[in-house]
């Protein structure tokens, strides 16, 4: 069953890895990382400050180290393993997502989870459109949480040897880097760690030591790109207060639920209770049940305009699915066939409906599509765009550009325009230099 969910995940995503930086969140977070990462390979690490200081990024007015730097990193060398390309950026995603669902049923059989109960809670995550469509997507969260999943398996494993207790600590580090939904999972753990007996006297120091040596390195990156850390205050504020009302991002996410887990959403509750309750599940269900409800309830403003914003609550549906239909099984009695044909009745019946996300991504292509057929210039030293154009648009036209996104008034488009229409609904008009 573990390989007919590889198969069905890798077969409808690789058509999607050569697919143009469009209008979507997509081709937005593509081509940004990817900007950052083509700074890596012609700036230098140094001088692009780990990708953050690309010279393509101006829709943010200067670096861009909102988030942890691993993935400018993983993207460069993504680009550099497999083509310096769309596909290149992309593959390395969809490969670390292929590894999460093994590592995802590694960690509940490592809890005592049957097989087929196993296979269930990985599938019942695995056949939504949250995965489905955003497993292939380059972005920070997609990038971490095969990582924390990782992480996870290695803080629970009982009898730690030395080896084990350094990939503890490795994993730990590299996950801060990875995310901010990592550097939380990190920090949920290390005190759950030093509160509980849970993942045992041995685990302490290694995930003591890997999480401090992941934020000092993070801490010490983003003092080097903006100098100190009032950013870091500003991202916290923007995600707490400023783009919407707890409401009205509840609201949204809600929405954006029920639009990525389908009929699987009815799931979520339950699967939330049993991965708190159980004592068994409770060292891997814990830190993930609260990382998803601090990113939704806390951090609620991204969750607002991102329907992606909740894909970590793909780890806690699965332990709690899992865990359910093992509970069923064991003290009702309940054949795991049955949880088994009503989760698959839920997830294909799910699956039969168009997903809204999928078809946002590929509606995007159009624009993106305009963009890369486009023979810029090589006079021309920046890429124009009229102020109607909406911002979440310049990072894919800097990257087919290669040139500097600089704003022009419609006046001076209609005047000097070369008259390239990208789209119908966005327009990036491309100008003569002067």
Wanted: with cysteine.
């Amino acid at each position: 069953m573990l390989g007919c969910l590889v198969v069905v995940f890798v077969t409808q995503a690789v058509p999607r890895l050569s697919a143009p930086f469009g209008a979507s969140h997509d081709g937005f977070n593509a081509a940004v990382w990817s900007v950052g990462a083509r700074a890596i390979e012609s700036e230098g690490i140094a001088e692009s400050k780990l990708g953050a200081e690309a010279p393509h990024q101006d829709h943010y007015e200067g670096p861009y180290a909102n988030h942890p730097p691993l993935i400018y990193v993983v993207t460069w060398l993504g680009r550099g393993l497999f083509g310096d390309n769309e596909r290149g950026s992309r593959l390395t995603v969809l490969i670390l997502s292929v590894v999460g669902l093994l590592l995802l049923y590694g960690l509940l059989r490592q809890h005592g989870i049957p097989p087929v109960a196993a296979s269930i809670g990985v599938g019942v995550s695995a056949l939504t459109p949250m995965f489905l469509v955003y497993g292939v997507v380059l972005d920070t969260g997609m990038l971490a949480l095969p990582m924390g999943i990782a992480f996870l398996l290695a803080c629970t494993r009982p009898n730690p040897s030395p080896a084990l207790r350094i990939v503890t600590a490795v994993t730990a580090a590299v996950l801060c880097l990875a995310s901010w939904h990592g550097a939380l999972l990190v920090a949920l753990v290390l005190v759950l760690s030093l509160a509980t007996d849970w993942y045992g006297d041995g685990k302490r120091m290694p995930i003591a030591v890997g999480a401090a040596c992941g934020f000092v390195i993070l801490g010490a990156w983003m003092l080097w790109v903006h100098g100190g850390f009032a950013p870091l205050l500003d991202i916290f504020s923007e995600q707490t207060s400023e783009r919407a009302t707890l409401l009205g991002a509840g609201k949204a996410q809600a929405k954006y639920l029920v639009q990525t887990l389908l009929f699987t959403v009815i799931l979520l509750p339950l699967a939330f209770l049993v991965a708190v309750a159980r004592p068994s599940l409770r060292p891997i269900g814990i830190p993930a049940v609260a990382v998803a409800l601090i990113f939704g309830v806390v951090l609620y403003s991204g969750g607002a305009i991102h329907d992606y914003w909740n894909y970590w609550v793909l780890l806690p549906l699965a332990v709690g699915v899992a865990g359910a239909v093992q509970l069923l099984d064991r003290r009702h009695g309940v054949p795991q066939a049955i949880p088994l044909a009503v989760c698959l009745l839920i997830v294909v019946g799910g699956l039969t409906i168009n997903s809204r996300a999928e078809n946002n991504i590929k509606r995007g292509w159009t624009s993106g599509q305009g963009l890369r057929d486009i023979q810029w210039p090589e006079s021309q030293e920046h890429a124009y765009v009229i102020a109607a154009t909406p911002e979440d648009y310049y990072p894919q036209v800097g990257y087919y550009a290669e040139r500097p996104v600089v704003h022009v008034s419609a006046t001076q488009a209609e005047n000097d325009r070369i008259g390239v229409v990208v789209d119908a609904r966005i327009k990036p008009w491309i100008v003569r230099s002067y």
